[in-house]
Every structure is written in C-alpha cells, then in structure tokens.
C-alpha cells in the first residue's frame, strides 16, 4: 500500500482538535428549584471544572472520521500485480482505447471493454503531477480529446462512451487509430516526453498490431485489459456463411453452407444450429465440435411462393456465449440472382466470329436459361473514361469485370479496379496478343492470381513439320467452380498452340483450376480480399486455340463467371461487412429498410448514387427507389472472432523513470465515511437529548 499524495497526511496532526474538544467542552449548569430554597441566603455560585474526557464513544466516531478523511485525502492505492507501466515525470499523453467489437468478450464477469474502461480510469489516477492527457478511441465516432490537464475532462469522456453502447461492431485494427493518436501529440512542447498509453486485448489486430515506438519518436505503451498469460474463454462462433443453388433437389433448392469454428475449451461440445427464413424458424441440426476446431455444416432449403428473395439466418443457439457477436449470420437467398457482367472487349472485329467476345457471349446465352448471367460490353477507352470521370464508382454496379485480350488498364484506371476487387468485384482477365505481361504486372500484380512472366508459341517437334501442340489435363473437380461437374468438362482433344506462362508463386494463394498437358496453369483463381480474380493463360477466341469450338467451353464459361461473380451471393445478395459504406445506384429517391425496421432516405447525387453509411446494424437491408428493389447484407467481420491472443513485445526502455500503475483504494473508505457520518450524526443527537 502506498499514497499519491503522501505530505497531506501531516492533516493527521488535526486529530488533536476534537480530543481538545472533548476536553474542554462541559455541561451548561442547570438550576433545579426546590422549595426550601427560598429560606436559605443567597450566595455567590463555585463553578468547578472537570478535566475529563466528555462522551467517549462520540471521540472515537469523530477521530475515526477525521483520519479517515485525510486517508482519503492522501489517495492511498496499491500497485497493479500485472506491473503495467508508466512515465512518471510529467509528460503529454493520448490515451488510446480499442473499441472494435471484438472488446465484447466476455471475460470472467465483465467484458474487455469494461476491464478496459477500469484500467484507463486507473491509468489517469496514477498520472504525476502537470501531465496532460488526450483521449481517443478506434471507433471513429468515439470521442477525440487533446491533451488537457483537465483529468477528470477525459475520465468523464471516456465514461460517457463506454456508457453509450461501446464496444461497437466494426473491425477497426488499433494500428489504423494510432496515427490519429500521434497527430493530437502535434502540439506537445519539445522538452516533454510524448506517450500513448494503448489500452485492448492482444489480439492480431489490438495491442499485437501497435509499434513500440512510432517514426517520429512517440512512445506507445501497450496496456491489456486481461494479461496475455491469461487465456481467453471458450466460445463459438460462424466463420463463413455461402449458399449455391441445387438444382438437382428442385429447382427453386438452394444449399445452404457454413463452417462453424470453436475456441479454447476442453471437451466435445455439441451445438444447436437453426435455420430461420424470414424470420421464421424453418430447419435445426446440431454439429459437434473439439476444441479449437471448426466443422463444416450444410442445411437445403427449396424457395417457396413468388417472392424474388428470402432472408436467410443461421444461428447458434447457445445461452450464454462469451461472445455473442459471430452467433448468427445473416444471406439472402433468390430464385433470380442475377450477376452483372461487364465485359471489356480488347479485340472487337466487324465478323461475328472473329470478335474476341463473340465466343463467350454465345457460351453463356446457350449455358444460362435462367438469365442468371447478365452481359454488357465496353470498349476499352469507354471503361478508362468513366472510371476517369466517376472515379471507383463506374465500377459499383459490376459484379464482373471481364478483360478480353485488354492492354492493361492506365495507371490511373488500375487502381480503381484493383479497389473494387478489394470490395468484392469479380475480375476474369483472358490472354491474347494485346496483352503486355510486364504492363498487367506492374498495374494489377496485387490482384493477379499469378504474375505473368511470357508469352510462348509452342514449339516445333522433333523429326516432325507440323507445330507441337498442348491439351488441357484434366480438370481438378475439387475446385469449387467445378461444383457439381464431373468427367473432363468436354475439353479433351483442344488444341492450344500458343500461351503466356506464369512465375510459380505458392505465396500467393492461388489455386490451378484447369492446367496443360506439359503442366503448365491454364486457369488460375485468387481471392483477393472480398473478391476473386480468375486468369486464363489462352485466349477465348481462336486466335491461339480452339477452345471455343470445344463442347467443355460452354459449362467451363458459365462456371468460370459464375464462380468469380460469387453466385452464392451475386448482385441481390451482395455482402459488405458493419461500418462500410454500401454504394447505390438509384431512380429517383432512395429509402433504405434496416434489419431494425427503420426507413432510411439516402440522397442520390447527380449521377443517381447514393452512399449509405448506416450500416452498423447486421442483417437483412432493402432499398427501394422509384422503379426497382434491390437487396444486400450487412455482415460482421470474422476478423471480430479472433480471440487469439498474441506475446506483445516489450515497452520501449528509455532513461525515463517509470512506475507501475496504481490501483485505487480510496473508494472504499468513502463509503465508511459515509457510514460513519450517519452513526455520528445519531450519536450527536442522543447526547443533546440526555437529559
């Protein structure tokens, strides 16, 4: 145990007061009348004074209430077991608070946010004398303070947020806050230290993302709501949510998949899992799961009525989750999930069947009945041209971007492409003559499957005339684009005579849907953050092979735009996650139904896109304009679940003195003042009615 402010303990010596008091102090005389008095002469009065201590019990109540006070005073505390440290000579501070929702965790009886929230407030008790502390959080909408000397200023701002409905879904990483953090500090005078003091779990994207020492020398002290020794608890959750139809059930069928993913714990655990549509309860499982383990998990539902979407949940039902957030995920599911495919023709030509495209469109008009796969057609200046003048937003209404033989995108056009994959665009680049692998290198390499490396005509054989040609190996029927396929595709016996290769790279993450005979990549996918890209090494057209003219061309085309478009999700089903902005393409006014039932109107610029921003809610949206409906999904990120916690490194040592944080413990003696307040006051009053 130790005092913050140990000199105000010298108001000990006025426990002298009250003993003084008491001694000192005496009973008024009172004159009792009796009748024979009045014969006896009246003389002058003694009055002797006693020496004593008058009401005992009352001197003890007053003395304990003064050392008390002064206890109080003195702010006794005792240091923080987790030896968390701080600068002890006055310095400017930000103090940085993660309020991601995966603070949700619930840890013992509280949450992180509210050990967080603890720990601050014991941060800023322990702060010396003179220093001057900031506040700021990771969520954007949180409070932003300056430094201020001010200290209960920012106790009571950061109180007022933690009371306000913080933690707040949204996978804000602490290392996109702490350059705010570091711009508060602007102002600090060059002789004081400069510190921000994080406070989170020490998870990837927490304290594990934070620097210890910024580049222009700003000192981040991490600071955990539980120690990292201390392991997490147990809890569930669903990590991926996807549907496909199953046409082969019925054809209104959808599958509806998911991987449920277990943390921590010790024993098999089985699990209800529901499925409700609508809001209805329709389908219930159970899936058993080990710990630190995920099970795959799978339900089949068939489209009833004439409704052109329903709103699908799945959902854990479990009581009581450490963390509720990921327990339920939300999709739309449609009978008429249609895909917008743009397609950017680099080679068009008068004759039908010299266009590079001609192939394509036909595959996809004899594959697709259900017009589920949407084509329009660009040229190559009228795609470079709007993405000039609108910027990302001539791509928000593509939900695949097919390059046909393109030269690759100008370095001002490249990056919105490779944004809006980011966000979840398909992109299908195919090879041809006008295709520069060095160009598409240097502008789309962080989206590519694989970098192109040359183009190769295949060469002549030995002791023959004729040209080498290569075929296509089998398929890998394990690739999701090939769900429910079979056999070779219809593609044995194409001739390929000339390719572009591609450097191997298993950093990547790319995966070889369909390969050459020599071993060579013919089609290539990758995620690349919400979307997938998709590259075929050939050309669609008969230029280099005669792919097209194979029967396999047809489903290979369909499940290629199919695949990359994201069917299971498509345009009517598009996922953004909590916090994005969702982009909309409007006729007239917009109005936006949230999962909570509220209409939102969103203003439409000059080109009839709106940006909803009021997507903090999970669950099913619906917009509704002048002419058309449409729907799309807000989801969390499963980025929220990890509760992996990480070894942070070690604070940054300098020749600046530090001091573990101090607990409090004068809250305590409050409330025993209190009481005693309450018992001397009683006490006072008995004595003044004795008689």
Partial sequence: MSFLAPALLLGLLGLAIPIAAHLLGR??????????????????????????????????????????????LARPAALDPAGVAIVTVPHDAIVLVDGS?????????????????????????????????GLLTSDPDGPVLEPTADLDRVR???????????????????????PAAVRLLRDAEADRRRVVYALGDATAGGLASLPRT?????????????????SPPAHLGIHELSWSPAPEIDPRAVRIQMIVRRRGGDARWTVPVTLAIDGIETARGTVELDPDSEAPFEFTHVLLGEAPSAAATVALDLPADPLPLDDARHTWLTADDAIEITVVNGDPSELRAHDEVFFLATAVGAADREQRLRLSSLAPDQLEDRVR??????????????????????????????????????LVVTVGDRVDPDAYNARLAKVLPLRLRETVVLGTAPGRTEARVEGFAPPDLGHPMFRGLGGELGLSGARVR??????????????I????????????????????????????????????????FVPL????????????????????????????????????????????PAATDAEGHAVFRETFTPGHYRTRDDATTSTFVVAVDPRESDTHWLELAADDTTDTGRAAIALPRWRQLVIVLALLLAIESIARRRRGARP
């Avoid at 008095?37 to 002797?48: K, Q, S």
């Avoid at 690759?408 to 492409?417: M, S, Y």
């Fill in 513 to 552: 849907a369909l390969g050459y005979t020599n071993g060579a990549p013919a089609l290539v996918t990758r995620s690349s953050g919400a979307g997938r890209v998709a590259l075929l090494t050939t050309t669609i057209d008969r230029d280099w092979a005669d792919l097209p003219l194979r029967a396999g």
């Fill in 389 to 426: 003048e609108q910027g990302e937003r001539a791509l928000a209404d593509i939900d695949v971007l097919v390059l046909a033989n393109v030269r690759a995108p100008g370095e001002d056009v490249a990056p919105a492409i490779v944004a809006a994959v980011e966000r979840g665009m398909g």
């Fill in 557 to 600: 085309a369909s499940a290629m735009l199919s695949y990359v478009g994201d069917a299971s999700g498509g345009a009517l089903a598009s996922r953004i996650f909590v916090g994005e902005p969702r982009t909309i393409r409007a006729k007239g006014a917009l109005v936006v139904l949230t999962p909570d039932g509220r209409e939102v």
């Fill in 27 to 72: 009973q008024p005389p009172r004159t009792i009348p009796f009748a024979a008095l009045r014969f006896l002469r009246a003389d002058e009065p003694a009055v002797t004074r006693r020496r004593v201590l008058e009401d005992r019990p009352l001197l003890v109540i007053r003395l304990l209430l003064l050392a008390i006070a002064v206890v109080i």
């Fill in 498 to 511: 000339k390719v572009i290769l591609c450097d191997p790279d298993p950093t990547r993450g790319a995966a």
């Fill in 214 to 230: 910024t580049d222009d020398g700003v000192s981040v002290i991490a600071i955990p709501a539980v120690p990292p020794q201390e």
């Fill in 101 to 133: 929702g995966g603070m949700g965790l619930r840890v013992g009886d509280r949450t992180l946010m509210q050990r967080a929230v603890e720990r601050a407030q014991e941060l800023l008790a322990s702060m010396p004398p003179q220093t001057r502390v």
């Fill in 156 to 178: 009571d701002a950061l109180q007022q947020w933690a009371d306000g409905g913080a933690p707040r879904l949204g996978a804000w990483t602490m290392a996109d806050a702490l």
